[in-house]
């Protein structure tokens, strides 16, 4: 079946400590995003990228660094610089067919915690 | 920047009742799109709109998109214990290479 893989499910961060989030799709899609999201709160934008080797910042890049080397991989780092990194993590992907803004699938999302 | 927003933010509703929920963009959009994310889970796409005044049903769920394609509802007839969840619209635009996200409304159904 195609979809969206995530891990880990669950993560830790010690202080100071860099952490990388995976995802991985089957979908074939050439856009892929992540998200953020706070308890009881919205989905608010991290990186996006709409092809291999080209990514642009969202509206809370700051802290968080992405590659997309792989058409089917966009992993997150979230670096020692994010000082509240404590929230769920959502990775989606999108076709590109019929122009901008096409409907998103999600992955099932890590929940990182700081310790 | 482009905005987009819900109303209400909470919605209680009694098992049977029917609820309704508003997406207002800042901007003239070229679609709008709709998600449920059940608590603890993931958002799903429910549907996509694209054409002015147009509406599509799923079910019990109702969608419309306005006719100057800044405004969308979702209207649930009869709400389930199963319907309980948030409700995302997003916004895309022709210019932009992504959708933008309303802060969603969250959904309680009491049995």
């Known amino acids: 079946d195609g979809g969206i893989t995530q891990s880990p499910k669950y993560l830790f961060r010690k202080e100071g400590q860099n952490v990388t989030l995976s995802c991985e799709q089957n979908l074939n899609h050439d856009a892929m995003y992540w998200y953020r999201q706070d308890p009881g709160q919205g989905l608010r934008l991290i990186y996006y990228?709409?092809?291999?080797?080209?990514?642009q910042k969202g509206d809370i890049a700051e802290g968080y660094s992405v590659s997309r080397e792989k058409k089917e991989s966009f992993p997150l780092t979230v670096t020692s610089a994010q000082k509240n990194p404590t929230a769920f993590y959502l990775c989606?992907?999108?076709?590109?067919?019929?122009?901008?803004?096409?409907?998103?699938?999600f992955g099932d999302g890590t929940r990182l915690s700081i310790l | 920047g482009q905005q987009v927003m819900q109303i209400p933010q909470y919605q209680h509703v009694q098992e049977g009742e029917d609820f309704t929920t508003y997406c207002n963009s800042s901007t003239t959009l070229s679609n709008i799109q709709w998600y449920k994310q059940r608590p603890g889970g993931h958002p799903v796409f429910l549907i996509q709109l694209v054409k002015s005044g147009e509406v599509k049903k799923q079910k019990r769920l109702t969608f419309q998109f306005g006719e100057a394609k800044k405004n969308s509802s979702l209207h649930i007839t009869a709400t389930q214990t199963t319907d309980v969840g948030t409700y995302f619209c997003?916004?895309?635009?022709?210019?932009?290479?992504?959708?933008?996200f309303g802060p969603g409304t969250s959904l309680s159904v009491i049995p």
């Open positions: 990228s709409q092809i291999v080797n080209d990514f």
């Open positions: 997003a916004g895309g635009e022709t210019s932009y290479d992504k959708v933008i």
């Open positions: 989606a992907s999108s076709t590109r067919t019929g122009g901008a803004g096409q409907p998103q699938h």
